[in-house]
């Protein structure tokens, strides 16, 4: 046999037998490899948004405020629209088109507004007063376009002095409260954003204290544009669940569209005994996209330090969950 006979019509070389079928039973075996490779390989991770809540540095101008916030880590600044004006509802066109300036130069972004009614005084959304709830609906209305002119995507309401149920009124003013909160759904609707009813424990407000509470209104107005949140030390207090299980339970719902971090002792993640592990987990189980903002109360050692040691924390925390 001459050496061109060696080769095959394609051109490549013979081998001088046959491949035999792979049996039924090897190919199932081959995929139960596959399938346990598979298995084995780590889930993949959802880069945490991490924002910072404001006034935790409100001591300082907000250039400031963005380029610290930058430096540390944060990709987003959660602001508190008080620390910016007596009436922020009223900012002027300049002033907004200053702040996006601000962060854009420090490379973050306006992720959020909450604390939104401690400024002006006199504010509640279930007054009975007519008068009080319509100057309340104002200062909602022009928040909620000062987010959006911010590009920011969303607004947290929490503000538990301005929600407090009326004693011996509990039922109209909670049904004077739903109003309002289809108002801003409306509103934010309009605009772009999304709106978040906050859930606090009892110790800080009469009205709203668990996520199911919050989750009943939101189905009942039905709009896209209102959604809940968790802010993890008022779960800690107020929930019979931990809030790890509060999150796995309610993040796939997708009723949550925002979270707040911090211990349940009101300072930063990682400075008490909450444990974040379980409940960044939970936040990567769920391929939760949307923004986590640190928001201590208790500043330790003081507002610059209570940040950077949260970022650290967590940033850690997230590896190891990882």
């Known amino acids: 046999m001459s050496r061109a006979d060696l080769r095959t019509s394609s051109g490549?070389?013979?081998?001088?037998?046959?491949?035999?079928?792979?049996?039924?039973?090897?190919?199932?075996?081959?995929?139960?490899?596959?399938?346990a490779a598979r298995a084995r390989r780590p889930p993949r991770v959802t880069p945490m948004r991490l924002s910072l809540c404001n006034e935790v540095l409100r001591d300082r101008p907000f250039a400031e405020q963005c380029a610290f916030a930058a430096a540390l880590g944060y990709r987003g600044l959660e602001i508190a629209p008080f620390t910016l004006d007596e009436e922020p509802h009223r900012l002027p066109a300049g002033r907004i088109a200053g702040l996006r300036r601000d962060a854009a130069e420090a490379g973050i972004a306006i992720t959020s507004l909450h604390w939104l009614l401690v400024t002006p005084p006199g504010l509640s959304i279930t007054a009975a007063e007519a008068g009080v709830r319509q100057k309340t609906r104002d200062v909602i209305a022009g928040l909620i376009d000062l987010a959006a002119a911010l590009g920011a995507t969303h607004l947290v309401h929490g503000s538990p002095a301005q929600r407090?149920?009326?004693?011996?009124?509990?039922?109209?003013?909670?049904?004077?409260?739903?109003?309002?909160?289809?108002?801003?759904?409306?509103?934010?609707?309009?605009?772009?954003?999304?709106?978040?009813?906050?859930?606090?424990?009892?110790?800080?407000?009469?009205?709203?204290?668990?996520?199911?509470e919050a989750a009943e209104i939101v189905r009942m107005i039905g709009s896209p544009a209102l959604r809940t949140m968790i802010d993890i030390c008022a779960a800690a207090r107020g929930e019979t669940e931990s809030p790890a299980e509060l999150l796995?339970?309610?993040?796939?719902?997708?009723?949550?569209?925002?979270?707040?971090?911090?211990?349940?002792?009101?300072?930063?993640?990682?400075?008490?005994?909450?444990?974040?592990?379980?409940?960044?987990?939970?936040?990567?189980?769920?391929?939760?996209?949307?923004?986590?903002?640190?928001?201590?109360?208790?500043?330790?050692?003081?507002?610059?330090?209570?940040?950077?040691?949260?970022?650290?924390?967590?940033?850690g925390v997230t590896e190891g969950v990882a």
Request: glycine share 10%; aromatic share 8%; proline share 7%.
């Open 164 to 212: 407090m149920l009326p004693a011996g009124d509990e039922d109209a003013g909670r049904a004077r409260a739903i109003e309002v909160f289809a108002f801003a759904a409306e509103r934010a609707a309009a605009a772009g954003v999304t709106y978040c009813i906050e859930p606090l424990d009892p110790g800080q407000t009469n009205l709203i204290n668990t996520v199911a």
């Open 248 to 315: 796995a339970r309610w993040l796939p719902t997708g009723l949550i569209a925002h979270l707040h971090l911090n211990d349940a002792n009101r300072r930063a993640p990682g400075q008490g005994e909450t444990r974040f592990g379980p409940i960044l987990a939970a936040v990567q189980r769920a391929s939760f996209a949307g923004t986590l903002a640190v928001e201590p109360f208790d500043y330790v050692p003081d507002g610059a330090g209570a940040a950077a040691f949260a970022i650290g924390y967590l940033k």
């Open 12 to 35: 490549h070389r013979a081998t001088g037998r046959r491949r035999s079928p792979r049996s039924p039973r090897a190919v199932l075996d081959l995929a139960a490899v596959s399938d």
